[in-house]
């Protein structure tokens, strides 16, 4: 089964922006709905947005408004752009793509995700 490879993590200060990558191959690429989740410490992974096919989006309350999720099917990649960060963002971010939205909460191809720490 595809996993896919999250990047972009890092280290910013509260207010900063910082750009998510996740690439997969083959079926992955092609499925309908992709999203992102995230895990901060101690807590479990919880998604936080997702799109499908035509570009149609949905996002959690925590980061609405704040983070752009967006998708490249021919570079078989799935983005997601976090801006105003808040120390809550602090995390590990991984993606999930599969035929229906509500697939994604029993997703469990996980990619290695990527570390986003939110400090001052």
């Known amino acids: 089964q595809v996993r896919p490879v999250e990047s972009g993590g890092g280290s910013a200060e509260p207010g900063g922006s910082l750009t998510l990558s996740c690439t997969g191959a083959g079926h992955w690429c092609s499925r309908h709905c992709m999203g992102w989740f995230r895990q901060a410490p101690g807590k479990e992974r919880v998604g936080i947005a997702n799109i499908v096919s035509d570009g149609s989006s949905n996002y959690g309350p925590a980061v609405r408004d704040r983070f752009t999720i967006s998708r490249d099917d021919a570079r078989c990649t799935l983005y997601l752009q976090l801006d105003r960060l808040k120390t809550e963002d602090t995390g590990t971010y991984y993606c999930?793509?599969?035929?229906?939205?509500?697939?994604?909460?029993?997703?469990?191809?996980w990619g290695p995700g990527t570390q986003v720490t939110v400090s001052a």
């Open positions: 999930a793509a599969e035929s229906t939205c509500p697939a994604l909460a029993t997703y469990g191809a």
